[in-house]
């Protein structure tokens, strides 16, 4: 009887920046439209290197993602659904008035003197001194933010087994992975793709990781990976494939992944990327990696993996198409996988999973156990240790915490991810000439490569992943109309529904071609979650759904996000869109400072506004209501105010000045700023700490 361990912890991991790839934004997702307040004093971070404010934002939802995006370009890096940021004042303005979650963890830091710390590889951390880094901010578990020299930084990366990147040469996109909450796969008992385990080969694998070893050092810097990088290329060619290609990226020189597609018989645009890095290092050992890093483990093992199943898989007809791909430069900072993740980003990819395989030989005992970790969705992390029950004598340890490789590039640019890695960590091995395939043991190589081929071969022949995209309230409290993502005609969908998450009491089987439907005798008031699942003839259901959640109401919502702006001798009006399908109109409310509410506009059917009718020096504030076609009007909207860009107030003095010994205090400062202005028209504003600014309603008042 084989053992399932389960473990959960949280992590972090960072996304390595080359700085020959930009940041392109290729997803457009369909959103509802959504401006945010303040937008117009957004200026891009990209390359600043003026000292900012740096720390976390937390976007909880699709829609709050969208929003984020609006005021970022990028992020540094992730820390499960935290992206580390560089905050200006106008930033956190629209965060909080948009209520997104976010946290200052640096004021005033120098992106290019500021540094993500973390280790590479999977050794202890006892190999670097945190002591002595310069105030160090630990941000995840074993990563930190800690201020340092470029001279520092490299002599770290050179000569430890950590990695220490500026902020300003890390970049990821945000895109928010909403969470899995099923799977149709539990309810199989039988897997035919479970037989092409049998195919693989131990001599097969042995005759891999020796042949890699044999090059002496695949250091990223040295001849030996050319020859390395060409030998793994021929073999791909010799079974078959013919799109076999090197991408290069920039790294103080040109180095080269290695990438072999076997196109989907199917969904050829469903992908599936394999893949594990073929460059090897060592610290501290003579000769030196320019002569000596043998990595039959780290991570020829891993090579192989990746050479042995595209190997088996080479004449199988696959539904998806299956991207294997052996990246370099993974021992001095996941750079050839950060490259690859990136133009996979660029060329707008549709990556459905990662598989990852990183040292995953070495064995200590005949306890045969396997580390399989995955990200937030853990659903092809459960399906691999499943297949790993199933087809092998493997003792699948499942975590939520995926170490640290290649698959960090793809999980922080979004995609789904699975990391095997061998439990008893080869610890003398590691980073060392002491990482010899004598030491490996080549039979629990084999079992790891049979759990790798089942599980890709499963996800190869599912049916995609159905998201739910939209749920439209149709207004009569009773009716809600859900729609899916990636509709596919050859489909068959069904619709499971409840009134708890996760847990669905009824299903609807959607009649062919549409991919719309609307649920009707629902009770008003009342929250439902709706999962949809596609099926095709010739698949496997899906890995796994995702649900969506609406609620049917009678009466139109409130209008979300309101927000009030000055532009020159106006006040512009800004609010998300009303969904409903029943909507009709919205209503302005107005009222100066002191006086009572009154109705401004009406009959409003777009969701801003701008009011020319204001005057200088004076609080206008407004809120909103929506109506729908049978008149019910909602409650208000947040209240929002703010003055109109007249520029006619004469001086404004923005004060920035300390009290206090041997400062005047405060009262005194202002005496004497009114003895220096005398009659001249003039105001005060305070500016009481470093992230505080200006804001443009206060600054459009005056000409001066």
């Given at each position: 009887?084989?053992?399932?361990?389960?473990?959960?912890?949280?992590?972090?991991?960072?996304?390595?920046?080359?700085?020959?790839?930009?940041?392109?934004?290729?997803?457009?997702?369909?959103?509802?439209?959504?401006?945010?307040?303040?937008?117009?004093?957004?200026?891009?971070?990209?390359?600043?290197?003026?000292?900012?404010?740096?720390?976390?934002?937390?976007?909880?939802?699709?829609?709050?993602?969208?929003?984020?995006?609006?005021?970022?370009?990028?992020?540094?890096?992730?820390?499960?659904?935290?992206?580390?940021?560089?905050?200006?004042?106008?930033?956190?303005?629209?965060?909080?008035?948009?209520?997104?979650?976010?946290?200052?963890?640096?004021?005033?830091?120098?992106?290019?003197?500021?540094?993500?710390?973390?280790?590479?590889?999977?050794?202890?951390?006892?190999?670097?001194?945190?002591?002595?880094?310069?105030?160090?901010?630990?941000?995840?578990?074993?990563?930190?933010?800690?201020?340092?020299?470029?001279?520092?930084?490299?002599?770290?990366?050179?000569?430890?087994?950590?990695?220490?990147?500026?902020?300003?040469?890390?970049?990821?996109?945000?895109?928010?992975?909403?969470?899995?909450?099923?799977?149709?796969?539990?309810?199989?008992?039988?897997?035919?793709?479970?037989?092409?385990?049998?195919?693989?080969?131990?001599?097969?694998?042995?005759?891999f990781d020796t042949r890699l070893e044999a090059f002496q050092t695949r250091y990223i810097w040295t001849d030996s990976i050319d020859r390395a990088r060409d030998w793994i290329v021929q073999k791909f060619l010799n079974w078959g494939y013919t799109n076999v290609t090197t991408p290069q990226f920039y790294y103080y020189d040109w180095h080269y992944n290695v990438m072999a597609v076997k196109p989907g018989y199917a969904e050829p645009d469903k992908v599936i990327v394999v893949g594990g890095h073929y460059d090897s290092i060592t610290y501290g050992q003579s000769p030196g990696p320019y002569e000596y890093a043998p990595g039959a483990d780290d991570n020829a093992?891993?090579?192989?993996?990746?050479?042995?199943?595209?190997?088996?898989?080479?004449?199988?007809?696959?539904?998806?198409?299956?991207?294997?791909?052996?990246?370099?430069?993974?021992?001095?900072?996941?750079?050839?996988?950060?490259?690859?993740?990136?133009?996979?980003?660029?060329?707008?990819?549709?990556?459905?999973?990662?598989?990852?395989?990183?040292?995953?030989?070495?064995?200590?005992?005949?306890?045969?156990?396997?580390?399989?970790?995955?990200?937030?969705?853990?659903?092809?992390?459960?399906?691999?240790?499943?297949?790993?029950?199933?087809?092998?004598?493997?003792?699948?340890?499942?975590?939520?915490?995926?170490?640290?490789?290649?698959?960090?590039?793809?999980?922080?640019?979004?995609?789904?991810?699975?990391?095997?890695?061998?439990?008893?960590?080869?610890?003398?091995?590691?980073?060392?000439?002491?990482?010899?395939?004598?030491?490996?043991?080549?039979?629990?190589?084999?079992?790891?490569?049979?759990?790798?081929?089942?599980?890709?071969?499963?996800?190869?022949?599912?049916?995609?992943?159905?998201?739910?995209?939209?749920?439209?309230?149709?207004?009569?409290?009773?009716?809600?109309?859900?729609?899916?993502?990636?509709?596919?005609?050859?489909?068959?969908?069904?619709?499971?529904?409840?009134?708890?998450?996760?847990?669905y009491s009824d299903t609807v089987i959607v009649p062919a071609g549409m991919c719309s439907y609307t649920f009707s005798g629902l009770t008003e008031g009342q929250a439902y979650y709706f999962a949809v699942v596609g099926s095709a003839a010739d698949a496997y259901p899906p890995v796994y759904t995702v649900e969506g959640s609406e609620t049917p109401y009678m009466v139109p919502r409130a209008p979300k996000s309101f927000s009030a702006g000055p532009e020159l001798n106006q006040i512009v009006l800004d609010w998300a869109d009303n969904r409903e399908a029943d909507f009709s109109h919205y209503r302005i409310w107005r009222r100066l400072d002191g006086l009572d509410?009154?109705?401004?506009?009406?009959?409003?059917?777009?969701?801003?506004?701008?009011?020319?009718?204001?005057?200088?020096?004076?609080?206008?504030?407004?809120?909103?209501?929506?109506?729908?076609?049978?008149?019910?009007?909602?409650?208000?909207?947040?209240?929002?105010?703010?003055?109109?860009?007249?520029?006619?107030?004469?001086?404004?003095?923005?004060?920035?000045?300390?009290?206090?010994?041997?400062?005047?205090?405060?009262?005194?400062?202002?005496?004497?700023?009114?003895?220096?202005?005398?009659?001249?028209?003039?105001?005060?504003?305070?500016?009481?700490?470093?992230?505080?600014?200006?804001?443009?309603?206060?600054?459009?008042?005056?000409?001066?």
């Open positions: 009887m084989k053992s399932l361990a389960v473990r959960e912890r949280p992590d972090c991991r960072v996304h390595l920046e080359n700085e020959n790839y930009a940041n392109p934004e290729v997803v457009n997702l369909k959103v509802h439209k959504r401006w945010l307040v303040a937008i117009a004093t957004v200026t891009s971070l990209a390359g600043s290197t003026l000292a900012q404010d740096v720390g976390f934002v937390t976007p909880k939802n699709q829609f709050q993602t969208e929003l984020v995006r609006q005021v970022f370009d990028h992020a540094f890096t992730r820390c499960e659904d935290k992206y580390l940021v560089a905050f200006d004042a106008g930033q956190q303005a629209s965060l909080e008035q948009s209520g997104i979650e976010y946290q200052i963890l640096l004021s005033g830091a120098d992106l290019d003197q500021t540094y993500v710390v973390r280790q590479l590889g999977h050794a202890e951390q006892a190999k670097l001194d945190v002591n002595a880094l310069d105030k160090p901010l630990e941000i995840s578990a074993g990563v930190y933010l800690a201020a340092m020299s470029q001279k520092a930084a490299a002599d770290l990366t050179a000569n430890t087994g950590w990695v220490a990147t500026p902020l300003s040469e890390l970049n990821i996109r945000f895109y928010y992975v909403p969470p899995a909450v099923s799977t149709m796969l539990s309810t199989l008992t039988d897997f035919p793709t479970d037989s092409l385990a049998a195919l693989v080969s131990q001599d097969s694998l042995y005759a093992s891993g090579t192989s993996t990746v050479m042995e199943m595209a190997r088996v898989l080479a004449n199988v007809p696959l539904r998806k198409t299956v991207i294997f791909m052996a990246f370099s430069a993974e021992e001095v900072g996941l750079v050839g996988s950060q490259a690859a993740a990136q133009d996979f980003v660029y060329n707008g990819t549709d990556i459905e999973v990662m598989y990852n395989f990183d040292m995953v030989a070495y064995t200590e005992d005949t306890y045969w156990d396997i580390e399989v970790s995955s990200g937030s969705n853990k659903a092809y992390r459960d399906l691999a240790g499943a297949t790993a029950s199933r087809v092998t004598s493997l003792i699948p340890v499942l975590l939520n915490a995926p170490g640290n490789s290649d698959h960090d590039s793809f999980r922080n640019q979004g995609f789904n991810i699975v990391n095997a890695i061998e439990a008893d960590f080869n610890n003398a091995g590691w980073h060392t000439n002491l990482d010899l395939s004598s030491r490996l043991n080549f039979p629990y190589l084999t079992d790891v490569v049979k759990m790798a081929v089942a599980s890709v071969a499963i996800v190869a022949n599912a049916a995609h992943p159905t998201f739910v995209e939209d749920i439209i309230d149709q207004g009569d409290g009773q009716s809600l109309e859900v729609f899916w993502s990636d509709c596919d005609p050859t489909y068959q969908y069904s619709v499971q529904y409840g009134t708890s998450p996760g847990v509410w009154s109705l401004y506009q009406d009959n409003v059917t777009s969701s801003s506004w701008i009011d020319a009718s204001v005057v200088g020096q004076v609080n206008f504030n407004y809120r909103v209501t929506a109506v729908d076609v049978s008149g019910y009007e909602s409650d208000f909207s947040s209240e929002s105010g703010s003055y109109a860009g007249t520029f006619d107030g004469g001086i404004l003095l923005v004060d920035e000045i300390s009290q206090g010994a041997p400062l005047p205090n405060q009262a005194t400062q202002e005496a004497y700023f009114d003895t220096v202005f005398g009659g001249t028209p003039h105001a005060l504003t305070y500016v009481e700490n470093i992230s505080q600014a200006l804001n443009r309603s206060t600054a459009g008042r005056y000409s001066s």
